[in-house]
């Protein structure tokens, strides 16, 4: 059996180890978290501990690794890292999300508990779909975006790589966001955002 290794240790790494049973693979025995924060687990109960540093992590043949990092630009830093000295990673889709036709979805991804990808979505690498998000279809998204929990990415919008939605974002059809554009959480966004900005509100304005 293969052993599972979680890319991270705080928040997101935690809710995805006490998930782990309910993703529709789970062929692997998770051994342990690796995080660059070796005392970010201290005050809390698990029975996983930090193995190492993800500066000095070097995977084995038989390790699997899963994405635990919500900032865009930090996992796919660390993803490119760690994909250069042989590690592989897997896609987590947990039993609850629900996957419709002509859905793509890239390495390292992880789909949370009741996620709903509706149809024709092509989804890039180590994106994060968390709790109770919707995507709609013909749906574009890069590597790396994050997309928090119960935001609504609608019809024929496209995120370019490295995007964060803030919890119950809203991106109205066929909207494009550019690279690295951070949305704040509750915006509405009715119009294209630029790489590498800000926005925030109803309607989403650059701040």
């Not at 540093?53 to 760690?82: G, N």
């Not at 968390?130 to 975006?145: F, K, Q, W, Y």
């Amino acid at each position: 059996m293969e052993k599972l290794i979680i890319v991270g240790a705080g928040g997101l790494a935690r809710m995805i180890y006490s998930w782990l049973t309910g993703f529709t693979d789970c062929s692997w025995e998770p051994i342990g978290f690796i995080s660059d924060s070796l005392n970010i687990l201290d005050g809390y109960n698990y029975d996983l501990p930090i193995i190492s540093s993800i500066q000095d992590y070097y995977p084995e043949v038989d390790h699997v690794l899963v994405m635990a990092i919500a900032d865009p630009k930090s996992k796919l830093a660390i993803a490119e890292k760690l994909e250069k000295r042989g590690a592989k990673f897997i896609t987590l889709i947990h039993s609850t999300a629900i996957i419709g036709k002509n859905v793509e979805i890239g390495k390292g991804s992880v789909i949370c508990p009741r996620a709903i990808l509706t149809c024709d979505i092509q989804m890039g690498s180590f994106v994060m779909i968390n709790l109770c998000a919707t995507i709609g279809h013909d749906v574009n998204i890069g590597n790396g975006c994050t997309i928090n929990s119960h935001s609504d990415v609608t019809g024929c919008a496209k995120l370019g790589t490295g995007v964060f939605l803030g919890s119950h974002a809203v991106i109205t059809p066929n909207i494009k966001v550019k690279g690295f554009a951070k949305i704040g959480a509750g915006s509405v966004v009715i119009k294209q955002v630029r790489a590498d900005t800000t926005v925030f509100g109803v309607p989403a304005k650059q701040v």
